[in-house]
Every structure is written in C-alpha cells, then in structure tokens.
C-alpha cells in the first residue's frame, strides 16, 4: 500500500519568505508526527496530531512554525519569515492510533534550504 | 530529559564481516528502544523494537539488538553485513507515556567490498 508522502521533495526559498511542507500519511493512521532532521543530527521532534488537533506541539521552536490537519488527514507545517537556520530535512511520519508501541511509519522528507 | 547517544558517527566494515552499532540512552522510566535505518533518498525503516521481556530481540534484514539495563545500551549487531546494508541508523527511545521519539545523531555505516 502506499506510505507516507511528503511534497515537496526539496524547496529552497530566500531568508524572509514564507514556506509550507506538506504530508500525506496512511490511510486510516489517526497519529501524525512532524520532525525536523538537520545535517549532521537525528531528527527532532516538533509536533504530534491526534485526528485533527495538535496534542503536543511543545517541540515547534519559536512562533514562526505552525502546523495544521484540519480533517485528520493530510497535514501542512507551515513556516513564516524563514531563516537560514531552518534549513533541514522536515520528516512526516504517522502511526494507526498513536500508542507509543506503534511503529512510526516516515516519509520521505522534504528538504528546506533558506539562502 | 531523555536523550541518546550514539558514540560511533562513521563505521566501515568488510562485506562478510559482523557489525555492532552502540546506543546509550537516558530515560527516567521504562524505556521503549527502536533502531531505524535510513538510505539515501528513503524514509527512516524500522529494523526492530523493544518494550520488555526477552532482552535479545530480533528484526528485519537480519539485525538483531540486545538490551542491557544495567548498562543503559540497546547495541545493535549484523552477523554478515551485505553491500546493501550501507545506510545510516539512528537509535532512538520513548516510553509508555511518550508517543514521540528521541533519535541519536545516527550512525553511517560503509561497507567496503
């Protein structure tokens, strides 16, 4: 069946400029995950959906970073004045029901270059 | 805080050869232990999992992992690597009341023919 699908793949934009990553989970997975991966590191989470609202945002680094899933499905991590720091690999990942013995399913990722 | 470690960045290992990859982790409960792997241009695969029980637990692509408490490490090993097991992998921990995950900074494993 198919997986996890993040568009799009890669996206560079200039320092200022505002940016969405958009997931695509699996079908029927109520759980979703946001990380973000920077060179050199492991990813690093941002923020978790149950359905359509985010339980645990706690790891979004300050308030230029927003998510939403607005019908539990698809998500878009929305980045607003973008900084050379934010360059990363954005990984979406997504579980059945979101229990801590589920198996994280990930995407490919979406690789942000700010220049 | 929990937090992993991953002492070993870089590992080249004959093709044939055996291959252990270290993990430490720190949490301040029962810890549930993953290992991913990931290859250029793919998602993170999960190789294996642990939450209790046996502490020797075994994966897919042939790894297995080994659960040592009293040492907080969660090592994972490959009898017989092949070419196709040149890839990074990334230890990672949570736990009963903890639905994300915290990774190492991931290991990058070469295997040389």
């Given amino acids: 069946g198919a997986g996890v699908s993040q568009t799009p793949s890669n996206k560079v934009t200039e320092k200022g400029k505002y940016v969405e990553l958009r997931c695509d989970p699996i079908s029927g997975h109520t759980a979703l995950y946001w990380y973000r991966q920077s060179l050199g590191q492991g990813p690093e989470f941002l923020i978790y959906f149950q359905g359509t609202g985010a339980a645990d945002d706690s790891g979004l680094p300050n308030d230029r970073f927003f998510a939403v899933r607005p019908e539990g499905s698809v998500s878009t991590l929305k980045i607003q004045r973008t900084e050379r720091g934010d360059s990363a690999v954005y990984l979406c990942a997504s579980t059945t029901l979101g229990g801590p013995k589920e198996t994280q399913y990930f995407g490919p990722g979406t690789r942000l270059l700010v220049l | ?113």
């Fill in chain 2, 1 to 113: 805080a929990q937090s992993v470690t991953q002492p070993d960045i870089h590992i080249t290992v004959s093709e044939g050869a055996s291959l252990e990859l270290r993990c430490n982790y720190s949490y301040g409960a029962t810890p549930y232990l993953f290992w991913y792997v990931q290859s250029p241009g793919q998602g993170l695969q999960l190789l294996l999992k642990y939450f209790s029980g046996d502490t020797l637990v075994q994966g897919i692509k042939g790894f297995e992992a080994e659960f040592k408490r009293s040492q907080s490490s969660f090592n994972l090993r490959k009898p017989s690597v092949h070419w196709s097991d040149a890839a990074e992998y990334f230890c990672a921990v949570g736990g009963s009341n903890d639905y994300k995950l915290s990774f190492g900074a991931g290991t990058t494993v070469t295997v040389r023919a």
